[in-house]
């Protein structure tokens, strides 16, 4: 697709978070990196992302991408500026717009479908996960049996999100050849702690949405404390991974180096490449904070903590830049 036959707006939708994402990924890298702008609602109004798009114009001569987390929370005012906006829109911006739940009325997607474009990816939970689950594999190259395929649905749930991250990992592993039951039970992760990587997944990928929300999810089974412990040891080994790749060791000695598995090790370095060694320095000083914080020296309870500091060392480049 030629660049310009992108819409100047776009409103993603749905359930099937994978989805949304890929379609996100796919926008994304029509753009340079420096040229990517992702906020929140709340706190960012239609007012601030019409700024945002006017302003990242400034900076970028390539094109320039404003995504917006979490428009649902908008409401007349918000829709209002970006109508307005879309009168005289910012000539190569492109406003994306991500609804982690249906909006409140037909305002905003009425409008996006008149001016724009609406990918809604509101799928319901598939009647037969199981033969989901196989035609995810298949997508990915990777053949499975039925039996296979209930087997991980019995282990992981029927959670869309939690399948597709267990369905890539495995996939990954597979490279390519027949998984079978008796791989899918050494490999699979059961639900909870599929939670677990649910965050730091979104921390490697700078998703600061995903990251409060898998951090919100976790604290419903888990104490602030271990949730912290998890994550710091995991921006650790990002940290000590990021070392060792720079000295030229591939996965498998990295994992050797640091006693993981050859998938744990090639996760730590792709979230590497994400963060640069100032950032993730200053986000092991953080999370140090953060465990002070909670064993007893913040008035504030070890939840909001704990939310607060996922949100400082996932939107760590931004406070760098900023700085």
């Not at 029509?30 to 992302?49: I, N």
């Not at 717009?97 to 905003?108: I, N």
Request: charged share 25%.
């Amino acid at each position: 697709m030629a660049a310009d036959e992108l819409q100047s707006i776009y409103l993603l939708t749905g359930s099937d978070r994978p989805k949304v994402v890929r379609a996100l990924r796919r926008l994304r890298s029509r753009f340079p990196d420096e040229s990517v702008e992702v906020l929140t609602a709340p706190p960012t109004s239609g007012e601030d992302a019409v700024a945002a798009c006017n302003a990242l114009g400034l900076f970028s001569d390539g094109g320039r991408l404003v995504v917006v987390e979490g428009v649902e929370s908008w409401r007349a005012p918000d829709v209002e500026a970006i109508d307005a906006y879309l009168t005289d829109a910012s000539p190569g911006a492109v406003l994306a717009l991500w609804a982690h739940e249906t909006p409140k009325g037909d305002a905003l997607a009425d409008l996006v479908a008149k001016r724009g474009k609406l990918l809604s990816y509101d799928v319901p939970r598939p009647k037969s996960p199981s033969a989901w689950v196989a035609s995810e594999f298949k997508r990915l190259g990777v053949e499975v049996d039925a039996d296979a395929a209930r087997a991980l649905v019995e282990i992981v749930g029927d959670d869309v999100l939690m399948l597709s991250s267990e369905i890539e990992k495995i996939a990954t592993w597979a490279a390519g050849s027949p998984v079978g039951v008796r791989e899918l039970e050494a490999l699979a992760v059961p639900a909870r702690e599929v939670e677990a990587w649910a965050l730091t997944d979104a921390w490697g990928a700078r998703n600061l949405s995903a990251a409060i929300t898998a951090c919100e999810a976790s604290l419903e089974h888990r104490e602030p404390f271990s949730i912290a412990v998890a994550l710091a040891t995991h921006v650790g080994r990002v940290r000590a991974a990021q070392v060792l790749a720079e000295e030229g060791l591939g996965a498998r000695d990295v994992g050797k180096r640091l006693g993981m598995k050859d998938f744990p090790a090639r996760k730590a370095l792709t979230h590497s490449e994400n963060y640069s060694r100032e950032e993730l320095d200053a986000a092991l000083v953080r999370l140090a904070e953060l465990d002070a914080a909670i064993k007893g020296g913040s008035r504030l309870s070890g939840e909001l903590e704990l939310e607060r500091a996922v949100a400082d060392v996932t939107r760590a480049r931004q406070t760098a830049t900023a700085g």
